[in-house]
């Protein structure tokens, strides 16, 4: 499967691709607001960072108890009701008054249900798009994620300056019931890949399993780290230039959306196997030069740059499937995007706190040196597939 008109006539690969377009434009929309009404209440760039970001860092908890239903329950019930449960949980984001920690518990409750969400999601995509084209098929869906990002940060700007972030964050809660309606009445009804009653040890069980091989424990490595710490420099859009802040994360996903199409679609396999070091390279070093604090313009060139090595995923994600049983292939998604994830939490994280000490381009300087030697040191586990 090599053409777009191939992949939108497979069965049910729209509906899944509708749905997860809304989920993102949800996410992305409210994310925006909260970040803002938080930066805007405290004025701190770390609580402001972790507003955005902290669903990512409670990716760990469900990581290590929730992950084992990715397998073992059916995708459309689990698609639909997690829709449900981010709607609501959004919608209570915006109620007035609402003391800062009932904020981020919602925020981290959130975050630990997105982890299955992750999972079944990309564990049903290996269904529908068996073999070859799951690379293609998940390249559109991260193209949907620059997309709907794109779109989502536009909008979202436009949003909170004309209706406040609390009526942009409500305008998020009617997404993600869109995305409920898409999944209900699109996917059909599936059983559960793999048998079984989910439970927290067999979590741990699979979690360990996937981990003892030396090939993927390399491969989720370089899926978590150098990405996890440029998105950490990402999560200081905000104190960085905020009046720019939607404009940046606009550019960032317009760069991601170019990689992805480029290695989903055009670019032939005997390019892709050598491109997966220089393009994690890409990813980072583009940022370094905002420790000079160019013009708005050029900063804003660097992160567009910078973020087509996004695309160095897809082929970590290719890599993983290979090394992967067919029964294991929804947790083993889900571990890789809950473990992304969660560093993306915990850079975000580290961003606000080095922000809050230096200056926020000094900081994500000094994530981008840390992303560019975590990629030197993984990539002699990298080499062939064994």
Not at 268 to 295: K, N, T
Not at 316 to 337: D, F, N
Request: proline share 7%; hydrophobic share 55%.
């Amino acid at each position: 499967m090599r053409t777009y008109r191939e992949l939108f006539a497979t069965p049910e690969f729209m509906p899944l691709f509708l749905t997860s377009s809304a989920q993102i434009a949800a996410a992305t929309v409210a994310g925006l607001a909260l970040g803002t009404a938080v930066y805007t209440e405290t004025g701190s760039p770390l609580l402001s960072a972790l507003s955005m970001f902290g669903p990512s860092l409670a990716q760990v908890v469900g990581a290590t108890v929730l992950l084992s239903a990715a397998d073992r329950l059916p995708p459309r019930a689990v698609l639909t009701g997690l829709a449900l449960a981010f709607a609501l949980g959004t919608a209570a984001q915006a109620v007035p008054g609402l003391p800062l920690w009932t904020v981020f518990v919602l925020v981290l409750g959130l975050g630990v249900l997105a982890s299955l969400g992750s999972g079944v999601r990309y564990g049903l995509l290996t269904e529908i798009l068996p073999g070859e084209g799951y690379l293609l098929g998940r390249s559109v869906l991260n193209m949907s994620v620059g997309i709907m990002q794109i779109t989502g940060f536009a909008i979202g700007g436009v949003l909170v300056a004309a209706l406040s972030p609390r009526g942009t964050l409500l305008a998020g809660a009617a997404l993600y019931l869109a995305a409920a309606l898409l999944a209900r009445l699109g996917l059909s009804r599936r059983p559960a890949r793999a048998a079984g009653r989910p439970s927290i040890g067999e979590t741990w069980r699979s979690n360990a399993r996937l981990w003892s091989s030396v090939p993927r424990r390399y491969t989720y490595l370089a899926l978590w780290l150098p990405n996890g710490l440029i998105v950490g420099c990402e999560s200081l859009f905000v104190p960085y230039a905020p009046e720019a802040a939607g404009l940046l994360f606009a550019l960032a996903a317009l760069g991601m959306l170019v990689g992805d199409t480029a290695v989903g679609r055009f670019l032939p396999q005997r390019w892709l196997d050598r491109l997966g070091a220089p393009l994690r390279l890409l990813l980072a070093v583009p940022y370094l030069v905002l420790v000079l604090a160019p013009p708005l313009p050029v900063a804003a060139a660097a992160i567009v740059l910078a973020s087509i090595g996004y695309c160095s995923t897809l082929l970590l994600q290719h890599r993983l499937m290979a090394l992967t049983p067919p029964e294991l292939s929804g947790h083993a998604l889900g571990l890789h995007s809950a473990g992304m994830l969660t560093m993306q939490g915990v850079s975000a994280v580290l961003a606000g706190a080095l922000a809050q000490h230096t200056t926020p381009a000094i900081a994500m300087s000094l994530l981008a040196l840390a992303s560019l030697a975590v990629t030197v040191a993984l990539a002699p586990g990298l080499g062939a597939m064994p």
